[in-house]
């Protein structure tokens, strides 16, 4: 085959040696493709990204190769490259017009996940859902390590997926959280699938019957000899199990058959008649009823797949979260100041609020996803002493409050750090700051994480000025 357009390859590469090869974004996927394509041997490499080179601080590193090149995002650049294969990162979709010009073009495209699940010589345990996708993976993952086995996590968390592939072989265990845009260009199923929840989420990207068929993707490819866990408390994803001849296992509040419920305020596994106790739901170290599903399907998921269970209930019991998900970061004159800035959608942080007895003061902001907010509301009117709205979308998410009679507190403002500054004003002793914005971070910075790093230091920052007026 000769390389460029002359015999260019109609599907996808079963090897890139030699190849001239494309990578869409240089974020944490793209990258990773890069890295993977250099060691692969690919001949030239070519990058296609919307920021300059003195804009990517972080991933020049990536860049120091004389067989990378870096080019502008736009069909007119791919089409003098004369590429054999096009990496695509997730969050780009089809309707990016360099993508659709590589469909137009006839150009195979693959993505790091699409060529994981075909190239990883070991089984695979894939979790997806809207909420609890991290905590989920993470339990599992410590669960088994626990257990006595070995055990990966990557994905949509952790070190690039294709980057770990060297160091698998058939014992190891892959956990993968699996979001909805890596489904996107899947196609293949993980042995086992679980689908933790399904509820209103990108609909600003999506129609509510894509975002779903998205979710399903993660089960479509599934045999009778693979493993589904799906739940028992979410209509949506439950629904799921129509869509695969899989073994099916279940977790729940409510009884069920086979996985892991909750009887009589206990955890407990179940198969058939066959019950074991894992640990009380007291024992729990995470806030929320949320979470609580998410030990749940947790449990599943490594029963499900017959790793030991006397493991559980102490990683249960120590587990204390990951960060971003209702992260205790100070308490300053008796407030509690929680960093929640995974909640990008609305329902997220519902749950949030449903974690604290204590007044909140929520903070409310970024971009917004055109999800509905009349729930969130009337749950803010409840539980809040003030909300606080600022980014992009800050006096929307706090309109459908201005109509009531008896609202709490409201005050817009622009920024993150005003925000703060603002709550800090309106706290009283025994409440908690919660950032648990419901909106989308691209406002104002690159992802949730970088947000609630800043909330973080934002915090602190407090912390130090109120010691010194001490």
Known sequence: MRIGNAERPCTEPTNFAGLRVGVLGLGIEGQDAV???????????TVFERRAFDELQDEQATLADDQIELLPDTPEALAAQHLDALFVSQGILDSHPLVASAHTQGLPISATMRLFLQRCPAPVIGITGSAGKTTTTTLVHRILQAAGMTAIAGGNIGAGVLEQLPSIDRDTVVVLEISHTQLLRTDRSPHL???????????????????????????????????????????A?????????????????????????????RIVWRDGSHVREIAPVSAIALRGAHN???????VAIVGAWGAPLDAAASVIAAFRGVPQRLEEIATIDAVLYVNDSIATTPERTLAALRSFKAPIVLLLGGRDKQLPLDALAAEARSRTRAVIGFGEAGADFLAPLAADTDPPVTRVVGTLPEAVRAAYELAQPGD????????????????FAARGRHFMDLVRTLEVEHARRR
């Open 35 to 45: 890295r993977f394509l250099k060691s692969e041997g690919a001949a030239v490499i």
């Open 432 to 447: 908690v700051v919660l950032l648990s914005p419901a909106g989308a971070s691209f406002d104002a910075y690159p992802n």
């Open 292 to 298: 609580v599903q998410n030990v749940l399907a947790a």
């Open 237 to 265: 994803a439950a629904a799921l199990a129509q869509d695969t001849p899989a073994q099916r296992y279940e977790f729940g509040t409510g009884g069920g058959k086979r996985g892991a419920f909750v009887e009589g305020g």
């Open 193 to 235: 699938a679980a689908v933790l929840n399904i509820a209103p989420n990108h609909l600003d990207q999506f129609g509510w019957t894509d975002y779903v068929d998205l979710k399903r993707k993660l089960v479509r490819h599934q045999t009778p000899d693979d493993i589904v866990v799906l739940p028992t408390d979410n209509a």
